[in-house]
């Protein structure tokens, strides 16, 4: 018992040392370095999307540093790994804020993590700019701190599909549709308004199936898709379904006239190299293409393939929203005149920013408005373009889909 | 109508490969009793073998098997000589501990060479199909099913027909009397691990080609096995070969069916339903002091 | 004589000393980064403790304990969200309801798996453990499915919101430890024992195993159910896959095994060095993604090395240094 009670001191004593202590944060002097943390899935349920953010921040804090660095101060980025879990993120910011001291932070992958990521960096006072979270849960939050920087909130991702299925002429219009998704924040809200709208406006729905997103075998769902000969598919995955229901599909001989995929089809190679020629007249909704026009974008696009190598199909949208979140931050700075977290929060709730994925604003509570939407990206002879809307497009949508080959 | 029977067909062929990567599972358990928790990992250790080689030589996967299964063979030999042996006292409580150590150091290490991003096998027979009555059958479902059938046989050929299978049967039975009758349980346990992962790369390579994987799937994989096990009776590898059959049968017209949310769930309903009546299993041996 | 009040009163002193540590580290440390790391390491404290009183002391191992810290999550979850309770610290009021909640569900789901033993009681908790995960995953009206569930944000600024939370911690370990440590010391503690040795014996000699084996099962899962609650209101959002999570599960019984099965204070050490390890190896290593590979280095090298864990090792250690001193002056071999 003695000899239990004086290892366990000792062990207390280690757990002790192995910490720090602190006192609060301080603003950085002028044209100090400065770091900015952020916590990356690298391991985990989520660690195939890590890397494409880590890259498109790493192109920014390269292009900003070049252009001086952020208002004069040369930015480090340090990222930490959050293992995809709740318990890591939550201690990574605190680290990364309370022990490691960066100037900014920004946000993790998934609304998963993004959310109790944000109620510990709001009451450490920092400003919070992330790149994925913007299921409707996120918001509902209420933190004044939060910009999810992307065009539109998630909820709202499917609706210029249903506006584009709906524009066609009657008799052209898809009859049925079958829905598939998982039950994940990311994916279910938005097939759940794109199913409202078209039942809405009459289109039948023939077959609706919510699976756990920890399901491995996506055969039996695809076959059910498959069997209800709907005219339409659209389905709520991440890449691993993405691909497994197209497969299904092309094995059972069922090509829809239309189908449209969450996420799978806009992360580039990721997809693409599974699917081959398959992957023409897939839809995907997306904020960003490597085609478009928006700001800064070609020269994002060329520098990142100086950089990292590959085709613009490659690229992962993943990328170019954390590029995105930089680009907020730099004007937001400027504007302000300073990099203080308070005066950036107050700053980026007013105007409009210009980004890759277009410009784009926030209200109170971090969701975005007075962008123009996310669009509706199709592949084409091995490239994915916008087909809608029309003010967009780079190629006319092709409907019906081609024959699997 | 059509549907439940092309899910019942489905259910038959990937209860198949379940069953070849719970049949090297059962028998580890039951020659050395301890629960490899690790299996899952290692069947994805074998698919990325197999996609390493597809990737960077053209070899078709079926075909690399000629080369992870050996390859895996001798890991499993050598995994047990240095990790497993050593478990002196509380073997089944240390083992799972030391066997999930070895998962995280798996992932890890294939997490470091290969990332995380999701990679998958593509073959012509993964979307190639042929028609019988209303539906279509992939190819690469009844080359992995009869994939199964060659090697589990061949492991019932040896099981029963060989010198050596019977020292394995009868270390399962008794580990002490076997070791009395001057059977060296030391290399039927380190050889029984061995084949365990030669099972386990089999498994991986098709499961690589009709699932995206990436370090961390062995998770869902894992929980699968170890029920399938238990339903079987541990250390039976009949049991394990008819309780994955049953198992992904009952799961796929589930998924169709009613719902594929509850399909995993309904998995793990049947097992305690059968333990409920039968705490050993189908077909686990009632021993006096170990279930 | 002497001896005995010495060590007596050292131990006191010892008790004293690290209690006293314990509960004055927000005042030596108060930075959120290391009362963050205190939070964490505190709840493992509890979580060892409690699971060594089923698996150390009845030798039933439990891999499905991540499924009681689940459960205890949602329940209270759950509970703030009907009857709308705001954050503040009259949460920390309902802890105890969840843990009642957690021992229900303990009583039914150990009436089942404690009918099988050994090594198919471990894989029947597994399986439980999933089918709570399911059903949090699944019951999506109930428990918000893959989009978590939400407790009440307290509103607390800055460095002290961790504090309430640390306490609350310490509270549940010390709850643990003080029940740990009665068990261990009554008629109770030593029919558990009994039937960790043998059963069948035990069940021979008169011990109500079956009843002993289901009192320890559902105490075990009470505590860890509190300590699921309070988890769950510290980190804001609980998930189906990240609260019933199996890594939990396996590191509550790493640390018991590492700081010595079957010992009152071996799970405190094992926590104590494994909690701040694995959080500090995964913000240094993590982003080299050889994060996993060193845990399981660690963890290969623990159990190999020390299979009986570190306090009966250190004890068998002095024992036998204790036994070379005493031979060298008796009488010769």
Known sequence: MRRALIATVAGAGLALTACGAGTATATPTPGAPITIGVSVSLTGDFSSDGPALEKGYDLWAEDVNKKGGLLGHQVTMKYVDDTSSTQQVVTNYQNLISSEKVALVFGPYSSLLTKPAATVVDRLGYAFPEPAGGAPSVFALGLHSLFFVQPAAIEDNLVSYTNWVLSLPADQRPKTVAYATEDDPFTQPQIDKAKKLLEAAGIQTVSYKVYPAETTDFTPLALKVASSHADAVILGTQVPDAIAFVKTFISQHYNPKTIIETAGPDQGSQYSDKLGANTEGIMVPAGWTSGSQAYGNPTFVAEYIAKYGGTAADMSADSAEAYSVGQVVEQAATKANSIDNQKLIDTLHTGTYQTVQGPMGWDSVGKPQGGVGVFVEQWQNGSAVFVYPPSVAAAQPEYPKHDWQ | MTLILEAAVLGVLTGGVYALMASGLTLIFGVMRIINVGHGALVILGAYLSFVLWRNMGVDPFVSLIVTMPVMFILGVILQIVFVRPLKTDREALSVLVTYALALGIEGLLGYFFTSNYVQITAWYDTASFPVGDFHITYVYVYGFLLCLAILGAIFLMLYRTTFGAAIRATMLNRTAAQLVGIDVDRVSAVTFGIGMATAAAGGVVFGITNAFNPGSHYDLISRLLTIIVLGGLGSLRGAVIAALVMLVIQDITAVVISPVWAAFVFFVVLVAVLLFRPQGLFGITVRDRV | ?333
């Open chain 3, 1 to 333: 004589m002497k001896r005995a009040t010495n060590t007596r009163v050292l131990t006191a002193g010892g008790l004293v000393l690290l209690v006293g540590l314990a509960l004055a580290l927000p005042a030596i440390a108060p930075d959120s980064a290391t009362t963050n790391i205190a939070v964490f390491t505190m709840m493992y404290v509890g979580l060892a403790t409690a699971w060594n009183i089923m698996g150390g002391y009845t030798g039933y191992i439990s891999l499905g304990h991540a499924g009681f810290f689940g459960f205890g999550s949602y329940a209270l979850g759950l509970l703030l969200a009907r009857l709308a309770i705001a954050g503040g610290y009259t949460v920390f009021l309902f802890v105890p309801v969840a843990g009642l909640l957690t021992a229900l569900l303990a009583a039914a789901v150990g009436w089942f798996a404690l009918r099988t033993r050994a090594a198919t009681f471990v894989i029947v908790t597994i399986a439980f453990m999933f089918m709570l995960q399911l059903l949090a995953e699944n019951l999506t009206s109930l428990t918000g499915g893959g989009a978590g569930l939400g407790f009440p944000n307290p509103r607390w600024r800055g460095d002290f919101y961790n504090i309430p939370f640390y306490y609350a911690m310490l509270a549940l370990a010390l709850l643990a430890l003080v029940v740990s440590w009665s068990i261990r010391r009554s008629k109770f503690g030593l029919g558990l024992l009994a039937i960790r040795d043998d059963e069948d014996k035990a069940l021979a000699v008169g011990v109500p195993a079956g009843a002993f084996k289901l009192t320890a099962f559902i105490v075990s899962a009470a505590l860890v159910g509190m300590i699921g609650g309070v988890y769950g209101y510290y980190v804001t959002y609980i998930y189906p896959q990240f609260v019933v999570d199996p890594l939990i599960g396996i590191s509550m019984v790493l640390m018991v095994f590492l700081g010595g099965l079957g010992t009152v204070w071996g799970p405190v050490l094992g926590a104590l060095i494994l909690e701040p390890a694995q959080l500090w190896l995964a913000y240094n290593y993590g982003a080299s993604r050889l994060y996993l590979v060193l845990y399981s280095a660690v963890f290969l090298l623990v159990i190999l090395l020390m299979p009986q864990g570190i306090l009966p090792s250190l004890g068998e250690l002095i024992a036998r240094r204790r036994a070379r001193l005493a031979g060298t002056v008796g009488a010769a071999p």
